[in-house]
């Protein structure tokens, strides 16, 4: 079974341009979350789709939007691109397993560079 | 609110001993927490969960962690540490007991020296 795949894996952006990234979690897994990871900040929780709406959502201003399709996919988007957005972008998918707990998968993230 | 606190942004332990990885969590509701790893230039892998089913949980890779309420800790050990074991570990908490709102710790870089 493939694992989460992200694309691209690499990304150099300007300040004010707008980037999208996209997330394919592993087959038949519903829920994708996404998370930021910056030297400053550390690690932080973006947003989680399921059956594509979004159930919750971290604290971030509204430049980071996402949307989850049909198929589970799922792609994120900042707009208006500043210097801190700078970060390792994570995906992970899960699907409940044994006793209702879920187990959870990574990808190897996004790492977009702001300059 | 929620939060944890990770002792140590840098352990070294010698191959074949003892790991302790110290994780306290503040939460105003009873908790979810889990402890996730990093390898260098990887993803996050998690390790283990606990969702209050049982104290002592173990993880992948013959990690452990320990609930413990009066202490408000949740620290991840494992009996001898091998060199494949050198990564970035974070604990986290939730208040759902799935990963939405998870909120990270700062990471602790285990360092193994042969």
């Known amino acids: 079974k493939a694992g989460v795949t992200q694309t691209p894996r690499y990304l150099i952006k300007t300040r004010g341009q707008q980037v999208t990234l996209s997330c394919s979690p592993i087959?038949?897994?519903?829920?994708v979350s996404w998370y930021q990871q910056t030297p400053g900040q550390g690690l932080q929780f973006l947003f989680e789709?399921?059956?594509?709406?979004?159930?919750n959502k971290g604290n971030f201003p509204g430049r980071f939007s996402g949307r989850q399709f049909s198929n589970s996919r799922s792609e994120m988007n900042v707009s208006t691109l500043e210097l801190g957005d700078s970060a390792l972008y994570l995906c992970?998918?899960?699907?409940?397993?044994?006793?209702?707990?879920?187990?959870?998968?990574f990808g190897p993230g996004t790492r977009l560079l702001v300059l | 609110a929620q939060s944890v606190t990770q002792l140590g942004s840098h352990v070294s332990v010698s191959e074949g001993a003892l790991v302790l990885l110290r994780c306290n969590y503040s939460?105003?509701?009873?908790?979810?927490l889990f402890w996730y790893v990093q390898y260098p230039n990887q993803g996050l892998q998690l390790l283990l969960k606990?969702?209050?089913?049982?104290?002592l949980v173990k993880g992948i890779n013959g990690f452990e962690a320990e609930f413990k309420k009066s202490e408000t800790s949740f620290h991840l050990t494992k009996p001898s540490a091998h060199m494949s074991d050198a990564a970035e570990y974070f604990c986290?908490?939730?208040?759902?007991?799935?990963?939405?709102?998870?909120?990270f710790g700062t990471g602790t870089k285990l360092q193994v020296i042969p």
């Open positions: 992970a998918s899960s699907y409940p397993g044994q006793g209702g707990l879920e187990t959870q998968y």
């Open positions: 087959s038949g897994h519903r829920s």
């Open positions: 789709y399921f059956s594509e709406t979004q159930r």
């Open positions: 606990y969702t209050s089913a049982a104290t």
């Open positions: 939460s105003s509701v009873p908790p979810y």
């Open positions: 986290a908490v939730s208040p759902s007991g799935g990963y939405q709102k998870v909120t």
